[in-house]
């Protein structure tokens, strides 16, 4: 009875230590649901490429969004390669509001001949 009692209080405390270790980056990828404001953007350059072809269309952007509301990174998440580019270009001159930690964005940026 008293090895169950024993392995009992130390499961409870693992999980305690557990919980107290990541509890910040719970709530931080909770905070990170919140999508924030977009400051100021850039309209991508239309390749020339793309007009010759004709294209259009969306590409998908996720953004890393340092806390001053400077992009850290860029990945393409989606759309036509020749327009990609282009699209991580454009986001990575973008502007978002600032906030207490990083956060990831996703974007779509839109290509139309004109």
Do not use: C
Not at 15 to 31: E, I, K, N, R, W
Not at 68 to 83: M, Q, R
Request: glycine share 6%.
């Amino acid at each position: 009875m008293k090895t169950l009692a024993r392995q009992s209080a130390v499961g409870a405390l693992i999980l305690a230590v557990v919980v107290l270790l990541f509890a910040p980056l719970l709530s931080q990828s909770q905070d990170s649901g919140q999508r924030r404001k977009i400051l100021q953007r850039s309209a991508p350059a239309y390749p020339a490429l793309a007009k010759n072809m004709a294209l259009q269309g969306v590409v998908k952007v996720e953004a890393l969004i340092a806390p001053d509301g400077t992009v850290k990174a860029i990945e393409v998440k989606g759309g036509h390669p020749v327009l990609a580019q282009a699209a991580a270009n454009a986001v990575r001159q973008w502007r978002w509001e600032p906030a207490t930690h990083e956060s990831h964005e996703l974007v779509e940026v839109k290509f139309y001949p004109q």
